[in-house]
Every structure is written in C-alpha cells, then in structure tokens.
C-alpha cells in the first residue's frame, strides 16, 4: 500500500513532530506542517479550526457517503528521559501519547488516498485535532461545525497501544474506551479550638465522610454489570495541629464505561455530599473541572474497520476484543456522540513503557498497519462498488 519512499518520509515526518512537542492549542508548528503537507498532496486545507486544528477535504464529485478521519496533534508536559537523536529539543515536553505517530498516520494516509482519487466517490474530511490531552479539542471541533457542511457519515480515528503486539489491529464494539469526570468539592464547616469541636463544625471529618459514602455508589447504586471507579485523588484542609479549619477541598475523578454507570457515579455525587454536609451542619461547593463522555463504539463500523482490515491484508493479527482495553479517556468520544464511527487500536509492541510515560516512544513500524487501516476504510467506503 506504501513505497519505502512513503514510509522513510513518515518516519522522517514522525521524528521531527516528535522532536518538536508542542502542548495543548500551541500546535501552530506541527499545524503549518500539516497544513503545507496537505496542500502539497492537492487538498482543500483550512487552518485555524479550534485555534490550532487543521482540516482538510477532498471533494470527488460523485454522489458517495461524507468520511471523516482523525488525527491528535498536541504533547504533554512531561519531560522526556529518551536519550536518541530525536528526543524532544523542548525541555519539559514531550510527545508521551504517541500524537506524533497518529499525525503522520493520516498524514501518510492522505498521500495514498489522494492517489486513488480518481477512483474514489463521497466526500473526505481529515481532521488534525489540536489539544486532546485534557483540552477537549475534539468538542470544540465540532462546535465549529467540523462534523457539518456536508454532515459526516462515519468518523474513524485510533490509538496506538503499548503492551499489545506491534502492529495488531484490534477494535472493541461498544463501549471502548472510559468517561471522565473530575469534580472539586469544597465542604464549607466552621473553624474552631481542637479542644472545642461542638463549636465547630469540621470540615475533615465530613470530608472524610464523603470519601467513604462515595464508595458507596460504586458498589451500590451502580450496576454490577457496568464498569465505573470513584477516587478522591487529592484532600486538603488544615495546616496547625490544635485547629479545626474552615473549609476542606477534595478532587474527585469518577470514571465510567457508559451513560449509565455515569449517571449512577457522577450524577449522584452531589446528593452524597449534600447529604453527609447536612448531617453535620457543613455546606458545600461543587465544580466540574473536566468532562469526558464514554466512548463508545457503533456496533456496525466496528465491523465495518474489521472488514475493511481483512479484506485488504492490513495486518497479520486482526482481532475484536470483548473487553475495554481501558478506562481512560479519550476525547474522541464527542464525534461519537453526534455521529457514528470507530476508535480502533494498533498495539504499539511492548517496550517496557506505558502512555505517558517519560520512556514512552510511537513504534514507527506500526505505521503501516495504522495509515493502511484508514486507506481501507476509505477503499472500502469510497471505492468504485463491484
Ligand atoms: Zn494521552
Ligand atoms: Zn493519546
């Protein structure tokens, strides 16, 4: 499906995003690249979507369905500990995630594709997404109208994967990947005399209360069938060892794997707080920091990745897992929620490094499998019918 020629280029391509890490909506680097890239191959590019996304069309002219691909672009603030001739020249960034890979994926995706033009039929939407780590670029995205203008049939977009055999394809039907919620709970008591705690009414005994009674909807209110997790990640209050403090603070994460679960977690939080504050006499502030919908894939174009893998010999190991791979979160999540598609994984091979990780490095060899992937799916999709 690629000449060496293509795959040096992704590889070169690969290494110098990856030695150019550029943190959430500060992509404009790696978004003049894409862009120049793009517009090299003869596609129709638009720069500065969600401030520093990049979208590009290729229009056939005939009557077909409207295919969007998508790539993340943004690192993390991580400072990398790889000693090879292309680690980070940016002290205290790092590409972590392996956004660097999926970059030059489409990228290598959409010079094969624009080959095939003349056979193809629809209408092709790449979408290079800035600021997935945390910023929720995929929702601003489609607040500008990504998805819109001609409306999107089917989006598909993947993730590397360490500790899975480089280059195996893999897809989960259904829930994929987990939500996230984080919440800031600040429980308002009344500050007093460690010797006088009637006259007080004491923040950490009722944040300690919450901690426990937050378990509570896990094991109680959520079904046992769903997957959800509730961890209070960080509890501050007090600082001298004869005062009560005023206030307490907590941060919770409640992770989920459906609408569902989400509800019974995150939708009950609040009535555990107000109802341990008002056993005690505290009140109470409650601020969603951070919201991430479960990703979910549609059941058909989960099939639909399987078939295209297959049929085009994308890789030696194509697989449908009966299990999330995980419970983390991942912003691509919101196309899913307005219209159909697929996040499917590559295993990235195990090299002792997880996501995120100061050691972490994309596998170049699984550009192939990735980039081959979203040519079959729009051969598939797209393709002269037989
Ligand atoms: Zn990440
Ligand atoms: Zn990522």
Same mark, same amino acid.
């Given at each position: 499906m690629f000449d060496d020629n293509q795959l040096e280029h992704a590889v070169a391509l690969r290494r110098d995003l990856h030695r150019h890490p550029e943190l959430k909506f500060e992509e404009t680097r790696t978004a003049a690249r894409v862009a120049e890239r793009l517009r090299e191959l003869g596609y129709r590019v638009r720069e500065?979507?969600?401030?520093t996304g990049v979208v590009a069309e290729l229009e056939t002219g005939r009557p077909g369905p409207v295919i969007a691909l998508r790539a993340d672009m943004d690192a993390l603030p991580i400072r990398e500990a790889n000693a090879f001739?292309?680690? +980070?020249?940016?002290?205290?960034?790092?590409?972590a995630c392996g956004h660097d890979g999926h970059t030059a994926t489409l990228l290598l995706a959409a010079e094969a594709i624009m080959v095939r033009r003349d056979k193809l039929k629809g209408h092709l939407k790449l979408l290079f997404q800035p600021g997935e780590e945390g910023g929720n670029g995929a929702e601003k995205m489609v607040r500008e109208g990504v998805?819109?203008?001609?409306?999107?049939d089917a989006i598909f977009g993947y993730h590397n994967r360490p500790g899975?055999?480089?280059g195996m394809l893999f897809v989960k039907p259904g829930s994929a990947m987990g939500g996230n919620d984080t919440f800031r709970v600040v429980v308002e008591g009344r500050s007093g005399h460690a010797a006088m705690p009637h006259l007080a009414v004491d923040p950490i005994y009722v944040g300690a209360s919450i901690v426990q009674q937050l378990q509570g909807l896990t094991a109680r209110?959520? +079904?046992?069938?769903r997957a959800g997790v509730i961890t209070v990640a960080a509890f501050h209050a007090g600082d001298a060892a004869n005062v009560i403090p005023g206030e307490a603070e907590l941060l919770v994460n409640v992770r989920n794997d459906s609408d569902e679960a989400r509800d019974a977690l995150a939708g009950r939080l609040e009535q555990v707080v107000q109802g341990v504050c008002q056993a005690h006499g505290a009140s109470y502030r409650i601020e969603s920091l951070h919201h991430v919908p479960p990703l979910v894939n549609d059941p058909y174009w989960a099939q639909v990745v399987l078939e295209a893998g297959r049929t085009h010999g994308i890789s030696q190991r194509i697989e449908q897992l009966d299990?999330?791979?995980?419970m983390g979160a991942e912003d691509f999540a919101f196309y899913l929620r307005e219209v159909p598609g697929c996040f499917f994984f590559v295993g990235n091979g195990d090299q002792g490094a997880y996501l995120h990780n100061e050691h972490y490095e994309f596998n170049d060899a699984i550009l192939p499998v990735a980039a081959g992937t979203f040519v079959a799916l729009v051969d598939h999709l797209m393709g002269p019918s037989d």
């Open positions: 500065g979507v969600a401030q001739a292309h680690r +980070s020249c940016h002290e205290g960034r790092m590409h998805l819109e203008a001609p409306r999107v899975f055999e480089a209110q959520k +079904s046992p069938l299990y999330m791979p995980t």
